[in-house]
């Protein structure tokens, strides 16, 4: 039977025995493939210049270029300004805040339950589906990949990492270490995956952590690029960082030495031709580096910052070489991918995106033109065919004018109040009532997956608490000198019973005999620590250049307080000192509940 399992502490639990399990349909019981297999494959912080098929002679990506030369090309195709919103567009066809993802971390990254992600959509047809890399689209079940479609599961939820060599990781729930860089980590999990379902249908989401920062690789590939040439640049006025572009740019070739690993396992076990390959980015690039002119890099709705390289390959089915120039954006692949598959794209929410199969397959060319949009921190941009209104309201034409210089809303008035309108109808439409902040509590207690992961990321410190770092995405919590400190989570228990509590905590050997307690509602349990354990900080041994904004990691140890009664409903879970022998009381990584009984 197909396990499925719960994260326990998103990769923080390393050592941890095996979680318990609840048994799901048998992958095994799954027909053989009738319908095509899909791959998408998806990289982070990769801008649209980042391939040498998109004419970037920095550098070279002669497998991840084959697959618009051997398939299709989407020659002007649009994500979201950041990772997580775009992720959510992919999975539901939906436009993100539809879905209720509005932020990247504290829980505004989650996706709504009520959605119906391509996974759920593949599975019910009859695929075995698996993610592996980086989520970020929610970490507590059901918000979790094995709640949203997915059999298997490994890599981490969070938003972004501390170190990219063998760091803390998960499968299926079970606390692991990954093996040796994680790029190189997923393709092998994703070649396994892909040899094991060769007989049967599948679905593998495979995304990549890279080229976002920490800006680290393998030695050779940094080698080839630490003191290179760059003979493309960042447009004049962009400040470009040339040690963090040749980091990237090495970051890349590595990406594209792993898809050609994929490519070749798709020849050997014969499935190339049964096997739909997508490879896109979820945003512009993480630093100004030649972008193709373009205006705008990440977090901008500005073309470079939401222009991504999207390809797609279906041997025999596909022309080589296709080129699709009708504009198109990731709330399309949805349905694309299930007109392809012959799957109907229904039982869900109404979809924003269209199907571009009859594109692909060269039946149709007369598709209805789309205007798209793009959003980010109440920023909205909208494209068109042919022209772009950026968040202040100007109009550029696009064909003629790609990197944005000159506003022709004077001239072209009509269409710019056209647009504005539309702007203001998706507004009211769509990012009406998303307001930033996320109220939505942090879910705990579900029978099926019965241990809960809440991270720092998800919590709020109080008094002299702080976080290891600015960006939440991989932080800890320390700095708690009082006993009137405290840390918070809000929670919603789904199930009542007995939970086993475990704090994720560091504590050098003068701190030893800090209690820490745990209160929910009126639920108490706490414990006097005895026992030091003070790791380094690691993670930026493998920097090529100095990051900025990401933790540095730890490995973080349970703390086993006790157990408690918790009643169904909605309340805050709180960690307290009652007592700071030392100067301070623990670092933490978190919390763990685990449903007993």
Not at 61 to 76: E, S, Y
Not at 339 to 365: I, N, W
Not at 455 to 472: E, F, L, Q, Y
């Amino acid at each position: 039977m197909r396990t499925r399992l719960l994260l326990c502490a998103a990769g923080a639990l390393a050592g941890l025995a095996a979680l318990p399990v609840t048994t799901v349909a048998a992958a095994e019981a799954q027909p053989k493939r009738t319908r095509p297999n899909i791959i998408v494959i998806l990289t982070d912080d990769q801008g649209w210049g980042d391939l040498s098929g998109n004419g970037n002679t920095n550098l070279k990506t002669p497998h991840i270029d084959a697959l618009g030369k051997d398939g299709a090309t989407f020659a002007r195709f649009f994500v979201q300004p950041v990772c997580s919103p775009t992720r959510a567009e992919l999975l539901t066809g939906r436009y993100h805040p539809r879905g209720g993802v509005r932020d990247v971390s504290r829980g505004g990254e989650r996706l709504n339950l009520g959605e119906r992600t391509i996974a759920d959509l593949l599975r019910a047809a009859g695929y075995v589906t698996a993610a592996f890399g980086k989520w970020h689209n929610g970490s507590q079940y059901p918000y979790h990949p094995l709640g949203r479609g997915f059999d298997e599961y490994y890599g981490f939820t969070s938003g972004h990492w501390g170190d990219y060599f063998g760091p803390p990781l998960e499968h299926n729930g079970r606390a692991v270490t990954g093996h040796g860089y994680l790029a190189d980590d997923f393709t092998d999990r994703a070649l396994a995956f892909v040899a094991k379902n060769k007989d049967r249908p599948f679905f593998c989401w495979l995304a990549y952590n890279t080229p976002h920062s920490p800006m680290q690789m393998p030695d050779p590939y940094w080698e080839r690029f630490k003191s290179a040439e760059l003979k493309l640049r960042a447009v004049p006025g962009q400040k470009e960082d040339v040690p963090h572009t040749r980091a990237a740019l090495a970051m890349c070739e590595n990406l594209d030495d792993n898809v050609g690993r994929l490519l070749r396992a798709l020849e050997e076990h014969g499935l190339a031709g049964d096997t739909i390959v997508v490879y896109l980015s979820d945003n512009g690039p993480n630093g100004w580096r030649w972008n193709g002119g373009m205006k705008g890099r990440k977090g901008s709705t500005d073309e470079g910052g939401v222009r991504s390289p999207c390809l797609l390959r279906w041997p025999g089915h596909i022309a080589p070489g296709t080129q699709v120039t009708r504009i198109a954006a990731a709330i399309d692949l949805l349905p694309t991918l299930a007109e392809l598959a012959g799957v109907a794209a229904t039982g869900g929410r109404p979809l924003d995106g269209m199907s571009l199969a009859p594109l692909l397959l060269g039946k149709q060319d007369d598709l209805p033109e789309p205007v798209l949009f793009q959003t980010w921190n109440g920023k909205v941009s909208a494209r068109t065919q042919q022209y772009r209104l950026d968040a202040d309201g100007k109009l550029f034409d696009m064909v003629a004018d790609p990197g944005q210089q000159r506003d022709v809303a004077a001239d072209h008035a009509e269409t710019a109040s056209k647009l504005r309108a539309a702007v203001a109808r998706w507004r009211q439409e769509v990012l009406a009532g998303t307001a930033r902040k996320d109220d939505r509590p942090f879910p705990v207690g579900y029978p099926a997956l019965p241990i809960t992961p809440l991270p720092a990321r998800d919590g709020v410190p109080h008094g002299t608490v702080v976080r290891s770092a600015k960006a939440p995405n991989c932080s800890y919590f320390t700095h708690w000198t009082r006993t009137d400190d405290r840390i918070t989570w809000d929670v919603e228990v789904a199930t009542e019973g007995r939970y086993r509590v475990e704090v994720l905590y560091t504590c050098a050997k003068e701190n030893v005999g800090t209690t820490i307690e745990m209160r929910l509602g009126d639920a108490r349990v706490s414990r006097k620590v005895d026992e030091a354990h003070d790791p380094p900080a690691r993670g930026d041994e493998h920097d090529r250049v100095p990051r900025v904004g990401e933790s540095l990691v730890k490995d973080f140890r349970p703390l086993a307080l006790g157990e408690v009664r918790l009643a169904p409903g909605r309340g805050e879970l709180s960690l307290h000192a009652a007592e700071i022998p030392g100067k301070q009381a623990i670092e933490v990584r978190g919390v763990i509940l685990t449903l007993v009984k």
